[in-house]
Structure formats: C-alpha cells, structure tokens
C-alpha cells in the first residue's frame, strides 16, 4: 500500500457524461500527478500540481481538466466522455521538494474507467 | 520528445534462469526508476537511479544505469514464478524549468512471465 488513495475503484458510464475521479496523497507529499493507462497508448503522464498550483502539463485533452485543493487532495474531472477515453487513471504523490531532485513517485490503486 | 524504449516487451522464462531487460532513452536524464506491476494493479516502485553508473539490488533484482549510454538494465536472476509481472522503467525529467514541474515518460513496459 503507497498510501495514496483513489476513489472510485471502478466507473461506468456512458459517452458524452462527465465523472470525476478523486485522489488523496500520501501524508505530507505536496505534488500530486495524474497519468492515463490504456491498451493503446501506454502510461502517459497527465497533468502535475504542486501545492495547489499547476506545474506540468502533458497530453491532457481539453476535455480533461484537474485542480488541486487547499487539503492538497486533487480531482481529475472527464467531460463530454469518448469511448477511446476508457483506461486506468492513475494519481500519484512525491514528497515536498522545491528542486528537481529525488522525486520518486508513488502510485495509487487507480481508477477503471469504462465509457459505454 | 523523449522517447523511452524497453526490450524485450515479452518475456517467457523459466525458472532458475537469468535475463536482462533493457531500457533505452533518447534525452539527456539521470534520473531514472523501474516499477513493477501485477494485471489490473498499481505500479509498485522498485528502483530509484539518480547518478550514472547507479547500481541497485534487491532479491534476484539488480538495476542499473548508464547515462552516458541512456540505457538501464532490470537484471533478473534465478527467476521465480512471483516475479511474473509487467515491469517498467521511466525516465523523468523537467518538464517546465520555471515550476520545477517534472514528468514520468514511460517506456512500453515488459510483460514477464516465469513457468515452473
């Protein structure tokens, strides 16, 4: 157990809906990364917060937009869903670090997403 | 774009036997980690590799790392039947200079399997 916590497990739903998938670090980590997992593309890393504040952005679509709140949880919210967007959404937290340093990063149980 | 790279992406062995994986990456990093994980799992972190020339052991694991070259290897000896899982390397590196914000890119992943 990493210590990150995801929620929900699992999602079903249909296309053209919008979810919202939840992640809480670990205990004191301030930078929270989300990455999509699917058959077809691989891990690819999504978005980073650091405390709040956006910090790194990848191959995120415009249709996919993710915040980071004062309790340094973070959503990941997914709208006006494909099919092609059903995969595995992974958050992940490094501990606090203002350098590009360590920052070995430890993942949560992810979120299965199924578009129907 | 950084492109990571792992041979071979399918692996059958047998137990007892020893194999390497291979993790080529085409920029500049020295910062470099393998994961493991177990089908519809989480990534569980195995190896952190800061510096060039980075050796790291643990159980019939060894992993290693070449900067110069921009290769790491995963060795793997006297394989047992619980190592039978996809293992991944990922490189990090800076993806925005002025947030210190940084990024995972994954290689494609090894899918391992091990038979009695």
């Known amino acids: 157990d990493s210590g990150v916590t995801q929620t929900p497990k699992h999602l079903i739903t249909a296309t053209g809906q919008r979810v919202t998938l939840r992640c809480s670090p670990r205990s004191g980590d301030l930078s929270v990364y989300w990455y999509q997992q699917s058959l077809d593309q691989g891990l690819q890393f999504l978005i980073q917060?650091?405390?709040?504040?956006?910090?790194a952005k990848g191959n995120i679509l415009e249709r996919f937009s993710a915040q980071q709140f004062p309790d340094l949880h973070s959503e990941l919210n997914l709208s006006s869903l494909e099919l092609g967007d059903s995969a595995l959404y992974f958050c992940a937290s490094s501990p606090r670090t203002l350098t590009f340093n360590r920052n070995e990063q430890f993942f949560g149980p992810g979120t299965r997403l199924t578009v129907l | 774009e950084l492109k990571v790279e792992q041979n071979p992406l399918f692996l059958s062995m047998q137990e007892g036997k020893n194999y390497t994986i291979y993790c080529n990456y085409s920029t500049t990093s020295d910062r470099l980690y393998w994961y493991r994980q177990d089908p519809g799992k989480s990534l569980e972190s195995l190896f952190v590799?800061?510096?060039?020339?980075a050796v790291k052991q643990e159980g019939r694991l060894m992993a290693s790392l070449d900067t110069k070259a921009r290769l790491s290897t995963l060795h793997i000896t006297a394989a047992v039947h619980d190592l039978s899982a996809t293992y991944f390397c990922?490189?990090?590196?800076?993806?925005?200079?002025?947030?210190?914000?940084?990024?995972?890119?994954f290689g494609e992943g090894t899918q391992l399997t091990v038979n009695p």
């Open positions: 917060y650091y405390n709040g504040e956006e910090r």
């Open positions: 590799l800061l510096s060039n020339g």
């Open positions: 990922a490189v990090d590196i800076r993806a925005n200079k002025e947030t210190s914000g940084s990024r995972l890119t």
